[in-house]
Structures are given as C-alpha cells and as structure tokens.
C-alpha cells in the first residue's frame, strides 16, 4: 500500500507562509454562463501576425462567426498558412483601417514598433479597441497604445496549438483577461471577457487579472519551471549519470524520455494524484530527495529570479539582446544542438519512430 510507505516529512521552509485555506472562498472563475457574447458581435477583428497564436485565435474566431481578417509584413511567408486556412490576410495597414479590434499577435519585441507603424491609420484610437495575449509590451515593453483606445488581455495559458485542439473538441484552455484602459463608454472589460468566450477560453474558466500580474507570473513560470528549470534539471541529472559511467541512451530514457507521462499525469491529477499512481520506490525517492534538489539555495534563487522580473531588469536584458540581434540566444542554441544529450534523443526518437533498428 503507497499510503503504508514510511517517510519524515520534510522541514518546512523558513519562508513558508501558511496558505489561508477558504472553504467558503467564491470561485474567482468565470465560465461561459457568466459572459455576455453580445459585446464581440459584429465587431471586426484584426490578427497582426499569423503564428503560434495568431492562427489559433484568428480560427477559433473564425468558427465563431466572427469577422475576422490577418494583417501581415509584406512578404511574410504567414501569407501562404493563411490562404490554406481560408482566413482573409493583408497588408498590416490594410488591415488597421479596417478593423475595430486590433489584437498584436506578433513577437513580443515587435508589437511597439509594429503599433507605430500603425499609428497613422488610428489616430487617437476613439472607437477602437486594441488586444494582447501577454501583457508584457504593456507592462515592460515601452509600448503606449493611442489614448482613446481600450486596451485588454486575454492571455491564454496554453501555446496556441493546443488551444486550437482544445477548441475543436468541444473544450477550451483557461485564460487571463486584464484591462489597461477603459475609454468611457467602450466597455472594454465586456469586450475582452466577450474575446475569451469566443477563443472558447470560457469552456475551461477565465481569470481577471491586470497586465502586470500576468507579465510578472508567465515570465516566472517559463524561467522557473516550464523551461528554465526544467531544462537545466534534465541536463544536470543526464550529466551526473553520464559522468557516473551509465550509458548516454539510459541516462535519456530515465531522465528525459519519461517526463511526457508524468507531466500528463500531473496534469490530469495534480502532484498528489501522481504520487499515488507512481511505485512506492518513486514515492519514497520523491518525498524523500525532492526537497534536497530544490533547497534553500534554489528557493533564494526563484526568488532573485522573481525581483528581476518585476523590477523590469529580465526584460530590458531581453529587448537588449533582441536589438542587437540575438547573439546570445543565437550561440546558446548552436551549443545546446550539439550536447552529446541531443544527440542521444535524436537517436533514440529516430529509432522509435522507425519501430526498428536504425541503418546507421
Ligand atoms: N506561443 C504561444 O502560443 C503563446 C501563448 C500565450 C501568449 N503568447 C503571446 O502571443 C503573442 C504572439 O506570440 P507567438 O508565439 O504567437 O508569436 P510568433 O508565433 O512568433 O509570431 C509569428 C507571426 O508574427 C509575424 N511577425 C513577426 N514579426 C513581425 C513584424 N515585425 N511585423 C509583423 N508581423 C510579424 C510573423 O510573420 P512573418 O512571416 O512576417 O515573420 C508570424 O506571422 C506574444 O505576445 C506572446 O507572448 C504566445
């Protein structure tokens, strides 16, 4: 029995502040019930740029009856992915004088210049509403919207291909949705909560927030868990064992290659339904060891991370390295292709995917 497995629990934290538990705490959550879909009728929707998101979110509008037209650079290969799918694309400008809602689906470091370039066309913005799906121009970014305009979030907590798959089986991903200016009268918090129930966000439950807050906690959890922490665990744990003299191909399948079903599980479980899913040697290692891998020292950094963060120093760091043409990111990457650990993955991916032995 799992729950026989005998441990000591780990010390708490210094830091650790008890979280108030409140039975009777309202749901913070708004699902499709509670918003009005009447605020995006009949509106028209701009989607500057056609990738991660800006395809998702211009097809699940689409699906909504919602019109819906792409602006994009001239020349951008997004052309093409559009034509495919159907949905209207022209010129960025084209595009701005025709909508009355804009929504700035390009890289983060190019929505500011990308607004300027729109600003002939838009004037003091009166009428018109401009959207984000991270708050981190707004926030961080340098980026000031025309005046009259309302400016709203939605930020979905998924990247955008999976929340086109979520869409199209009938469900949805949660979203944020903040607001940063609200001209009178254009109800721009019934528009950005109306946006996210046509993305479908709505199925799955839609969290008011503001711009900062949600800068500040994405930025946090990519560097902290989702990628940062992530990423240098796995290649830690690889080359201990490596160093260790195991073979390269068990120290990925042990590290890296069993990661998809504990996230899954996590996902569909949270960390306490995983854990009683998982072999009573994996529990006790987890409850046991997990602690000494993130301890007072790794806490200490989260949280320098999180200063810098919300100091603005990550991103002016970041829009640093992007004006001068990413050298940074540009090396890191060719480094990391060549780790004897992305050569073991692309192996054992090419093998598995062959269903028998490879030819070379
Ligand atoms: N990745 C996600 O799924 C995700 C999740 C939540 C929130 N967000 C947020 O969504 C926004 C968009 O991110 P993304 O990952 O979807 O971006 P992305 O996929 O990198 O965006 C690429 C699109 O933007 C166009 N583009 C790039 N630079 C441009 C420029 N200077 N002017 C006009 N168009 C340009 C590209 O066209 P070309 O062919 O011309 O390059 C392409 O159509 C960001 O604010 C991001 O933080 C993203």
């Known amino acids: 029995m799992l729950d026989r497995v005998p441990w000591t629990a780990p010390s708490a934290s210094p830091r650790a502040k008890p979280l108030s538990h409140r039975e009777d705490a ?7 019930g509670d918003i009005d879909p009447a ?12 990738g991660n998101q800006g395809r998702a979110q211009a097809l699940n509008l689409h699906d909504q009856g919602i019109a819906v037209r792409v602006g994009l650079r001239p020349g951008s290969s997004s052309f093409a992915r559009a034509e495919a799918d159907r949905i209207p694309a022209h010129p960025a400008l084209e595009v701005a004088s025709w909508a009355d809602v804009l929504v700035l689906l390009v890289p983060d470091e190019h929505q500011a210049h990308l607004l300027q370039e729109l600003g002939p066309v838009l004037g003091t913005g009166e009428g018109r509403a401009l959207g984000f799906a991270h708050g981190f121009s707004i926030t961080f970014g340098g980026l000031e919207p025309p005046s009259a305009m309302g400016v709203f979030l939605v930020a979905p907590c998924a990247p955008g291909a999976r929340m086109r798959e979520a869409f199209e089986r009938g469900g ?12 009178p009268g254009s109800h721009t918090e019934a528009l950005a909560l109306a946006y996210a129930r046509a993305l479908g966000c709505a199925r799955a439950g839609v969290l008011r927030t503001s711009f900062r807050a949600e800068a500040e ?6 560097q902290a868990v989702l990628c940062g922490g992530m990423h240098a665990l796995l290649k830690a744990a690889f080359d201990t064992l490596v160093e260790a003299g ?13 990661l998809v079903w504990l996230a899954a599980s996590v996902h569909a479980e949270g960390i306490a339904g995983t854990r009683r899913r998982i072999s009573s040697t994996a529990l006790y290692g987890d409850l046991t060891r997990g ?17 810098e963060i919300r100091s603005g120093g990550f991103a002016a760091e970041f829009l640093d390295e992007m004006a001068a043409g990413q050298p940074r990111i540009k090396t890191a990457l060719e480094t990391a292709d ?18 028998g032995p490879p030819s070379s």
Do not use: K, T
């Open 291 to 307: 602690p000494r891998i993130i301890g007072p020292e790794s806490r200490a950094a989260l949280e320098a991370i999180l200063a």
């Open 217 to 222: 906690v994405d930025l946090f959890g990519e």
């Open 172 to 183: 949805g991903v949660f979203a944020y949705v903040a607001v940063d200016n609200d001209p």
């Open 246 to 258: 195991y073979p390269p191909e068990m120290a990925y399948l042990e590290c890296h290659d069993q």
């Open 338 to 355: 060549r780790l004897p650990m992305e050569e073991v993955g692309r192996r054992l991916r090419r093998r598995a995917a062959r269903q």
């Open 39 to 50: 605020p995006l009728a009949g509106r028209r929707v701009g989607i500057f740029g056609y």
């Open 26 to 32: 309202i749901d913070p959550l708004l699902w499709e």
